[in-house]
């Protein structure tokens, strides 16, 4: 009798999860419920005598001119003065940095400080006009902040968990990779280009169905827009392609490309 039990027990749940998944019938009947973009998550890149250095692994910005930026935060072990502004004392401070693969350079975007008690003593704001900094092989803290962001998601590799893709591959099975550098997007063996072009930005329903060819009833937005990420294609065998990337968390997302829908894991 128990052994039953649990035999009925397993089946609902393989049910359950069956029914979890996102049915896609065709390329405009699907429901695929899109949550919010992840808050902030802190990863240790340094240790030093008196200081730690983290990344926000959910700040990455990809900007459409091929720009890039990232938060880090650096942890004093004691307070000290702060440049910014006289007579106040800070022990974090979240630095923002703008990076420029072609040249390469980087530059402040935002200075935040903040006090022993989190308060913030000090805020800049964005600034979209700072002097650019060549990096230098002396520069070894700076160099280490652009290969960590480079590495930060969107960007990297992704396994394919599972997909409605509709082309297999010439081996009979679909792609089961998806890699994403400031060089080449690759799905696969099927869709690739050498210089992708990335933009982070907010979409509607009515945005992502105009791109994707999906009806706009698809998307189950919890709010009016959701943060998302463009990838463009234009090479000699793809031309004007545009793929679109949501991610569910640091190492989560959902990834629409030519009518298919691929979920993706870290």
Avoid at 24 to 31: A, C, H, I
Avoid at 65 to 81: P, Q, V
Avoid at 119 to 145: C, D, E, H, L, M
Avoid at 156 to 175: A, R, V, Y
Wanted: proline fraction near 6%; charged fraction near 20%; include cysteine.
């Amino acid at each position: 009798m128990r052994s039953i039990f649990y035999s009925a027990y397993f089946a609902l749940c393989v049910l359950a999860a069956i029914c979890a998944l996102p049915f896609v019938g065709s390329s405009q009947s699907f429901s695929l419920p899109i949550p919010d973009r992840p808050g902030k998550e802190w990863l240790r890149i340094t240790t030093a005598q008196d200081s730690t250095t983290d990344v926000g692994v959910s700040t990455l910005v990809l900007e459409p001119n091929g720009l890039f930026r990232a938060t880090f935060r650096i942890s004093l072990s004691k307070s000290e003065d702060a440049a910014e502004k006289p007579g106040a004392k800070y022990k974090v401070r979240l630095l923002t940095l703008e990076f420029d693969p072609t040249k390469p350079a980087y530059r402040i975007f935002e200075t935040t400080l903040l006090d022993s008690s989190d308060k913030v003593v000090y805020a800049s704001g964005p600034i979209s006009s700072g002097t650019w900094r060549p990096f230098v092989r002396t520069s070894q803290t700076y160099n280490t902040y652009y290969s960590t962001a480079l590495n930060l998601p969107p960007l990297g590799l992704w396994k394919i968990t599972s997909s409605s893709n509709s082309q297999p591959s010439s081996s009979g099975d679909g792609p089961s990779s998806v890699a994403a550098t400031m060089d080449r997007f690759q799905i696969g063996r099927i869709t690739s280009c050498s210089r992708p072009s990335y933009e982070s930005a907010p979409m509607t329903r009515d945005d992502l169905a105009k791109l994707t060819g999906l009806s706009k009833n698809a998307f189950q937005l919890s709010d009016e827009k959701v943060n998302v990420v463009k990838i463009r294609c234009d090479s000699a065998n793809i031309t004007s392609e545009t793929h679109i990337l949501i991610l569910k968390s640091v190492d989560r997302a959902i990834l629409l490309s030519g009518g298919d829908v691929y979920a993706l894991e870290k």
